[in-house]
């Protein structure tokens, strides 16, 4: 009886190894579909990206520089200052004007023979006029003289300012190109965790029809799935805003896809970051800029200042006055007039002592400007130095521990066919992978975006 039992139970153990085994290699069946199926999916996405054109980064700030934006506005504020200086060099040349006027005066109404004209100031009855006048200042106070040297720093300055909006429009497009190409790259990353949720709500269905598992492990595994594919419409928002928001910088519409590099091809090179020292933050173009508004500042002063002196014009004017365009009364009555005045400034109530101290305070404003700027610009250059070389540290770091996230999910799936270890063991070494290389390409994200505030920051 004893050995009909046992014969019994090995033959139901044989049974039940048969099917577990069975429902085993249905399930290693399932999860190499899955993985092939995720790449042929990846590799098909791949052939789309690369049929695509890939813009890069200095394709994307060449389209930017010929689309409306601060730098051309920039650049029209540079050639307005530029048409200043030709009004400042023209004020010193001569005003030309012709004045032909006729002028009736009736005659007298007082009587007399023969009858004058009516009003004390008339030549005649019918006056005739021609005249070419030549009119301008004499820079006795060095007002136009202080204009012109003020203009040509405001010229200055407005170029300088013109590559500062440069400068900025390359650094928006730079920080754009990047958190697309992150963007991007969590997308990836959250596909893959999608299709790791689904390969494991398969299986544990598998498990769960066998009655290896309890019902409640496959509501846990659904649970993962939505919150896998959450993580996944995340990560597309997040893509298209900061699509859109490249295109809206390089002029693409924006129902046209844009593809941008790898970040994976954009790795640090060793001693990059400790080429750059501060001592070039002097070269940016802010100071020159910063230099030419303090001049222009000082002309205003002078402006100022010789509105209270006295100031010399002249009228030249050439051609006849007459009562009559006969020839004979004509040449009678050619002429040149020469005027020559000074106005001298007596009283205006304090407005140009009032305009002058406003000009200084104007300077000092700049100079103190200057100072906050100098501070803020060492400041940006030792933070985003910092940052560089954190993101370094990590690249390094997340390198290693990614050969070692791959080492653990080959075992992983070597265990799982062993049967020595469950579905979710998979899972897990499949999604620790996709974390250690969305941290890479966050810590090559942080680099690159430190590496362009840091030349920005010195001046290139």
Do not use: C, W
């Not at 001298?344 to 400007?369: H, N, V, Y």
């Amino acid at each position: 009886m004893r050995a009909e039992n046992d014969r019994l139970f090995d033959k139901q153990k044989f049974v039940n190894d048969y099917i577990v085994n069975d429902l085993r290699r249905k399930a290693i069946v399932v999860l190499v579909s899955h993985v092939f199926a995720f790449g042929a999916a990846r590799f098909v996405a791949g052939q789309a990206v690369s049929a695509q054109h890939v813009l890069t980064i200095a394709e994307a700030v060449d389209l930017a520089l010929n689309q409306a934006s601060k730098f051309k506005t920039a650049q029209i504020n540079e050639r307005i200052a530029a048409e200043d200086i030709k009004q400042a060099r023209a004020a010193y040349l001569p005003k030309v004007a012709v004045q032909p006027n006729y002028i009736y005066n009736s005659p007298s109404l007082g009587g007399g023979n023969p009858r004058p004209p009516s009003f004390i100031g008339a030549n005649a009855i019918t006056e005739y006029q021609g005249l070419v006048t030549a009119s301008g200042e004499i820079d006795s106070s060095g007002k136009l003289s202080a204009t012109l040297r003020r203009n040509q720093a405001l010229l200055a300055a407005a170029r300088a300012g013109s590559e500062v909006a440069r400068r900025d429009l390359i650094q928006a497009v730079n920080d754009a190109y990047f958190n697309l190409e992150l963007s991007v790259a969590k997308r990836r990353g959250a596909e893959t965790n999608l299709a790791a949720a689904q390969e494991f709500e398969n299986n544990t269905k598998l498990n769960v029809d066998a009655g290896e598992v309890a019902p409640v492990d496959l509501v846990r595994a659904r649970l993962q799935t939505a919150a896998r594919q959450d993580e996944l419409e995340q990560a597309k928002a997040e893509e298209t805003v900061n699509a859109d928001a490249l295109r809206f910088l390089i002029g693409y519409d924006f129902s046209r896809p844009v593809a941008v590099t790898d970040l994976l091809t954009q790795t640090p090179v060793n001693g990059e970051i400790d080429r750059y020292t501060e001592t070039t933050i002097s070269t940016r173009p802010e100071f020159a800029q910063f230099e030419a508004e303090r001049r222009a500042a000082e002309q205003d002063v002078k402006i100022a200042r010789a509105d209270r002196r006295p100031q010399l014009t002249y009228s030249t004017s050439t051609g006849f006055v007459s009562d009559s365009l006969s020839p004979v009364r004509l040449k009678n009555h050619l002429g040149v007039q020469i005027t020559v005045g000074v106005s001298i400034p007596i009283f205006d109530a304090g407005a140009t002592r009032s305009r002058e101290t406003q000009a200084r305070l104007k300077l000092q404003q700049g100079e103190i400007e200057r100072e906050l700027a100098a501070r803020q610009f060492r400041n940006d250059f030792f933070a985003a130095k910092a940052q560089a070389e954190s993101a370094a540290i990590r690249i390094k770091q997340i390198g290693a521990t990614i050969v070692d996230a791959e080492q653990n999910l080959n075992a992983s799936l070597a265990r799982y066919k062993a049967g020595e270890a469950g579905i979710i063991e998979v899972t897990d070494a499949q999604n620790l992978l996709v974390t250690q290389r969305q941290a890479l390409y966050k810590a090559i994200f942080d680099y690159q975006s430190a590496r362009a505030h840091l030349l920005r920051a010195i001046g290139q």
